[in-house]
């Protein structure tokens, strides 16, 4: 029989125990500098925007005909040559950086300090640029690579593993990126432990709180789109939600396929040629992607947080194909292999959706639902590309300060996320798994096999946690 425990005798043994504390300390500081480097990011890539748009409403438009492919094959050339770790999102590297088995060197490919710093300039840079990528992801691999070198500094007996250290980084990365701490926990238990084991969810917590006050301080406690008028939602809205959840749910299965094929180097003419020229290939990329921009007047430009703000005040000024031109935009801007993320431009896309569907409803109801329905398509979109529900709908909620809409955010996710599951397999886990492959470590397990019906192992994934 378990016996109850000792209050004084636990407390004497925590006073005694000095390298515990100091182990504990270590962990607080270097949660500190992971909000710190997020909030360095934030910074960085706001500037570096800035002065592409200085550039861009220079009244000479054009002259991004030839800086963003400039600018775009040098990132890659830069990416290639020195750091070819700080690719892409940095959430597929965290994945595989959790991977048990791996040496530290081999975890050091995904995550370090290095890469950190590096993943901050050159997704600084793809700003700078004006490509369609987000902070968001790339914030997830920062913060775990700055939570990942404290593990040095630990003592034998620590009992802190790297992998509530990888864990608790990439949970603050998103928490101090949305200023959304409910979405941080979240992502760390869906899409990167799988579970939350009760010896880390102390360090986790503490990462996210710590890595969130520095953003607080910085940008103030405010909702990333502010906060939204809503309704009360009848039964008028059932028809123009549910066509949002399932456009949101196939075509974000499709971006999910594209970019895996895109991405893992599917053999096709087109990824025959990346691999030979891949400066040329980001060049070219980087022209179509400006060609796009000036076509919809730059909205497509940078993540699409600007215009996700108007449409949801009822001020967009974008054109009725900025859904297609701004998915075509964001696939290119991965495909070119700059290091970027896709959270934003996947929140603009699912924006898109629903204002669209929004004027297509028509009537006097339309304007009184916008903004629910462009919610509703924003957390649509990302849980159909993710295949994280959860994280999805909590992200949009924080960022909109949408408690009413919680149900029917909820609802939205879950069902766009089903959808593109008949469609793709999940993206981050098929990512990470090629980058294992890419660099002869083993394999994780194949995420076409967590594809299947509910269980009480998973309650709502869809998919039962994979062992770590």
């Known amino acids: 029989m378990q016996r109850e425990p000792d209050f004084l005798d636990n407390l004497r043994s925590e006073l005694r125990d000095g390298r515990r504390w100091l182990d504990r300390s270590i962990v607080l500081a270097y949660a500190v500098a992971a909000g710190l480097s997020v909030v360095v990011f934030t910074m960085l890539a706001e500037w570096a925007f800035g002065v592409f748009e200085r550039i861009f409403h220079s009244g000479h438009g054009w002259a991004v005909l030839l800086w963003t492919p400039a600018v775009t094959a040098a990132v890659v050339w830069a990416t290639r040559r020195w750091v070819p770790g700080a690719s892409g999102s940095g959430i597929p590297q965290v994945i595989a950086a959790l991977e048990p088995g791996l040496t530290e060197p081999q975890r050091g490919r995904f995550v370090s300090l290095r890469l950190s710093a590096a993943k901050i300039l050159l997704s600084s840079a793809g700003f700078m640029a004006g490509l369609s990528i987000g902070r968001e992801g790339p914030s997830v691999q920062v913060a775990a690579g700055v939570m990942h070198h404290a593990r040095r500094w630990f003592g034998p007996r620590s009992g802190i593993t790297a992998h509530a250290l990888l864990v608790a980084g990439g949970a603050a990365g998103i928490a101090a990126a949305f200023n959304a701490p409910l979405a941080g926990v979240v992502f760390a238990i869906e899409e ?8 880390s969810s102390g360090l986790i917590i503490a990462a996210i709180v710590l890595a969130g006050l520095m953003g607080v301080s910085a940008f103030g406690n405010l909702s990333y789109f502010g906060r939204i008028q809503v309704p009360r939602l009848g039964w008028e809205a059932l028809l123009p939600g549910l066509a949002v959840s399932l456009a949101c749910g196939v075509l974000g299965g499709l971006f999910a396929k594209l970019m895996a094929a895109s991405l893992t180097g599917s053999p096709d003419r087109f990824n025959r040629w990346r691999a030979r020229w891949p400066v040329r290939f980001a060049a070219a990329g980087g022209l179509a992607i400006a060609v796009i921009g000036l076509v ?39 495909w070119v292999g700059v290091p970027g993320g896709i959270f934003a431009p996947s929140l603009s896309i699912g924006a898109g959706v629903g204002h669209n569907v929004a004027l297509l409803a028509g009537g006097d109801i339309a304007p009184s639902i916008a903004p629910a329905l462009i919610a509703m398509g924003m957390a649509a979109f990302l849980a159909a590309v993710t295949q994280a529900p959860l994280t999805a709908f909590i992200i949009v909620m924080e960022m909109v300060d949408g408690h009413a809409l919680v149900l029917s955010l909820m609802a939205s996710a879950m069902l766009a996320s089903l959808v593109s599951r008949m469609l793709a397999r999940p993206l981050y886990e098929t990512l990470a798994a090629s980058m294992l492959s890419a660099a002869h470590l083993p394999d994780p397990p194949d995420p076409a096999a967590s594809v299947q019906p509910e269980s009480a192992d998973a309650p709502g994934s869809g998919r039962p946690p994979p062992a770590r």
């Open 296 to 334: 919809t007047g730059g909205a497509t430009f940078g993540a699409g947080s600007e215009a996700v703000k108007h449409m949801l005040a009822g001020q967009a000024d974008v054109p009725a194909f900025y859904v297609t031109l701004k998915f075509i935009a964001t696939w290119l801007s991965a």
């Open 192 to 199: 990167l432990s799988r579970k939350l084991e009760s010896r």
